[in-house]
């Protein structure tokens, strides 16, 4: 008998959905629209009905599913309950048990962020290794940390939030937590344009930043490193001294074989790993100095294939 599983990936616009075979081969992948409306009530039953249209259309019964794996923007514990997440509404409440009564399977859940870093070391740049950390550099700052090839969640599910991780003393602006001087202040994609934004009104310096009418990108101040901006590089700079200080922080307790970034930023490429890099060894633990620090493979699939793992594990 053929056996299958789903991976799925929640986002605050859309749910990303996978159907998979348990060697990891990809069946089918699509996306529903995540309706927030009423505290997100719609989310889960949505996600059922999607599922359920699937099995018909190919034909697979209940018994051949291992079960429905899913990341969640939000801490999720081991005994299925989610801790809170704003962007969907959602609050308290047992995902596991709520996701198996709409559809008769077995669920596992965890954050959206760790679930990407099982993705990656499962069938992306993190192949091979079983000590992996994974930073995802989006609007805000995640993170996933497997050691020994299992996710590490932590008491309520919040492990791995290296993006609230203290990196400045001297910060007036709040993050979104609420506390000051957080990585995600500086190495997200938001940022990094808060950063350029901010040298820009105390530099009077040429550069490209300045003339760009649609205003200023992540990506637009990484095109300008590779250009020898030197506003942009100043800007680089400082993205890559506090999220390399912090990786190095992270792998000096974690000891990762491989360190690992995804989302939106990652995609300017190789040269943020220079930036990184470059501060990551002066801080590293003698150990952990020379491990591969590297760009994650799986893109926004990352979330899905984790899923699935998450129901293979």
Request: proline fraction near 2%; charge should be negative.
């Amino acid at each position: 008998m053929r056996q299958f599983c789903f991976g799925v990936d929640v986002g605050g616009t859309t749910v990303k959905l996978g159907l998979f075979q348990p060697d990891g081969t990809l069946v089918e992948k699509w996306e529903i629209p995540t309706v927030t409306q009423n505290s997100g009530e719609q989310i889960l039953p949505d996600i059922a009905a999607s599922i359920q249209e699937k099995m018909d259309h190919h034909e697979i019964q209940k018994e051949q599913v291992l079960g429905i794996g899913l990341g969640v923007p939000g801490p999720v514990a081991s005994d299925g309950i989610i801790y809170g997440a704003v962007n969907l509404g959602w609050g308290i409440f047992n995902i596991h048990k709520e996701l198996s009564d709409l559809t008769g399977l077995k669920v596992k859940a965890g954050n959206d962020a760790t679930i990407a870093a099982l993705g990656e070391m499962w069938q992306g740049a993190g192949r091979g290794y079983k000590n992996v950390i994974l930073a995802t550099l989006g609007t805000g700052v995640g993170g996933g940390i497997i050691i020994d090839g299992q996710i590490l969640s932590g008491f309520k599910g919040a492990a791995g939030e290296i993006g609230h991780m203290h990196v400045q003393d001297n910060e007036e602006e709040a993050c979104s937590c609420g506390n000051f001087g957080c990585l995600e202040q500086y190495a997200s994609a938001t940022g990094i344009v808060r950063m350029a934004n901010k040298i820009l009104r105390t530099s009077d310096q040429n550069s490209v930043l300045r003339t760009d009418e649609e205003g200023i990108s992540a990506k637009l101040v990484f095109d300008a490193v590779k250009k020898g901006d030197a506003l942009a590089i100043e800007v680089a700079e400082i993205f890559g001294k506090y999220l390399g200080t912090a990786m190095a922080n992270v792998a000096n307790i974690a000891d990762p074989e491989i360190i690992l970034f995804g989302g939106g930023v990652s995609k300017a490429g190789e040269i943020i790993l220079q930036y990184i890099n470059k501060y990551y060894v002066l801080y590293a633990f003698q150990e952990a100095k020379n491990i591969p620090l590297a760009i994650a493979t799986l893109g926004n699939d990352a979330g899905i294939y984790g899923g699935a793992k998450l129901i293979i594990n």
